[in-house]
């Protein structure tokens, strides 16, 4: 039996991608070999890779001077390259601290002070006084600095940018990990767009950079693996690729384009979903979610009794109904569903049914 799997990444797959990996699992469209086995050279593999990146070009309508490339190294490999390959004349940017995954990248910026020689990184805004539970608006964009980095959906905190910010020319690049292809973006408004895969567009081991060609400069000193340059002049295959991520992310596109069309409809779904979990939210005598109203994310839902042993308990009720990884994130404590595109707007309607349930016990006893 499969559990409804509320986790923020990994995170559940659509039945139809699982399926069909089985299917053709032994004998990938009847070329006698599985896509784990074959060549990331072969005719076969330049299909998927092709097809994959054709399909996410028309989903999320990226303009032809854009380019797309399948990495590894995780989200978190970008922290580093990003600089590395972007950084101009100031050498330097500017990160709005909205969580844990920015103060990584602020982080990561930092650590490229010895190359340098001095201050890589400055802090334009941020919402830590108050546990994260918003995004910063309305704030200055600093003087001398090459580019502003965001993470658009905040995976743990449950928030996201409702609208960019104005960065007054400057270029933008942007962590849409927990985001991307949740509804549709203009991809003309960023200079560079990232996203780890394995959270709303297939499994672990593939990064996607989108990233304006002009961006992408020849400069030597940059080691190979860690310049976009390289990289896209060899199509993403400089060196072996995540083969396998990549056709799973095929697949998810598939998917996508069957089950809704496009992003318009699938964000209309998304809204839908995550209103279910706000209004019962907004209404519940137990639990409340725990993210600014104007800045809450359609994908990752944190929220809390207020009591770590009462939060524990419905932890517990909910995993014996058959809702796995429900948690919060280790560093807040509390609940946290992630109701990404494979997450059936039905299995939202059972987790409040669960909630309800569990909230009717505990106003029973007291
Ligand atoms: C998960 C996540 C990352 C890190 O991804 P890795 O692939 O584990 O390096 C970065 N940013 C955000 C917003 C995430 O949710």
Known sequence: MRVLNFS???SQLPEYVLEKIKDQMMDYEKCGQSVMEMSHRSQEFKGIIEKTEKRLRKLMNIPDNYKVLFLQGGGSLQFTMIPVNLFGENKKAAVVNTGAWSKKAAAELKRLEWIYGHETCVIAASSEEDNFSYIPKDFDIPEGIDYLYICE???????????????????????LSSCILSEPVNVSDYALIFAGAQKNMGIAGLTVVIIREDLIKKDDRIPAMLSYYVHADKESMYNTPPT??????????????KEFGTLEKLGEINRKKADLLYDYLDNSKVFKGTAAKEDRSLMNVPFVTGDKNLDAEFIDFAKKKGFVNI????????????????MPYEAVEKLVECMKEFEKGVLGNV
């Open 153 to 175: 959906n905040n995976t743990i905190y449950g928030t996201k940018y409702k609208k960019l910010p104005d960065t007054k020319g400057v270029k933008l690049v942007a962590d």
């Open 8 to 10: 923020a990444g990994p």
């Open 244 to 257: 396998f991520s990549i056709y799973v992310m095929g697949l998810v596109l598939e998917w996508i384009e």
């Open 327 to 342: 948690k919060g994130h280790r560093s807040v404590g509390g609940m946290r569903a992630s109701i990404y595109n494979a």
